[in-house]
């Protein structure tokens, strides 16, 4: 099994930044690619960003290129999402996933681990 713990959220101004951590343990050599989701209150799961342990391959939801930027640490297994210019419809629930096979997925579902996820509000 693989274990994902998310920290970093919290509440900020519209405008500001935050960066969230995502910490993989078990058996995380299983796992190809790691992404950010984020879940809006009374709405559905959307990607966000994702990269790839191995290369470092990355892509990332249009409504956030330009003012996220993910990263990742291999020795520390660790996966970051720098949140900059952040904007009011920004605010969700963050989840970190990773998956078997080696791309990133937009798709909830084509995910296998999943962490509790970090609360993040922006004020406007």
């Known amino acids: 099994q693989v274990q994902l713990v998310e920290s970093g959220g919290g509440l900020v101004q519209a405008g500001g930044s935050l960066r969230l951590s995502c910490v993989a343990s078990?058996?995380?050599?299983?796992?190809?690619?790691i992404s950010w989701f984020r879940q809006a209150s009374g709405k559905e799961r959307e990607f966000v960003s994702g990269?790839?342990?191995?290369?470092?391959?990355?892509n990332y939801a249009e409504s956030v290129k330009g003012r996220f930027t993910i990263s990742k640490d291999n020795a520390r297994k660790t996966v970051f999402l720098q949140m900059n210019s952040l904007k009011a419809e920004d605010t969700a629930v963050y989840y970190c996933?990773?998956?078997?096979?080696?791309?990133?997925?937009?798709?909830?579902?084509?995910?296998?681990?999943w962490g509790q996820g970090t609360q993040v509000t922006v004020s406007s």
């Open positions: 996933a990773a998956r078997r096979d080696f791309a990133t997925d937009l798709r909830v579902d084509s995910y296998d681990y």
């Open positions: 078990g058996r995380t050599f299983i796992t190809n690619a």
């Open positions: 990269i790839r342990w191995s290369g470092g391959s990355t």
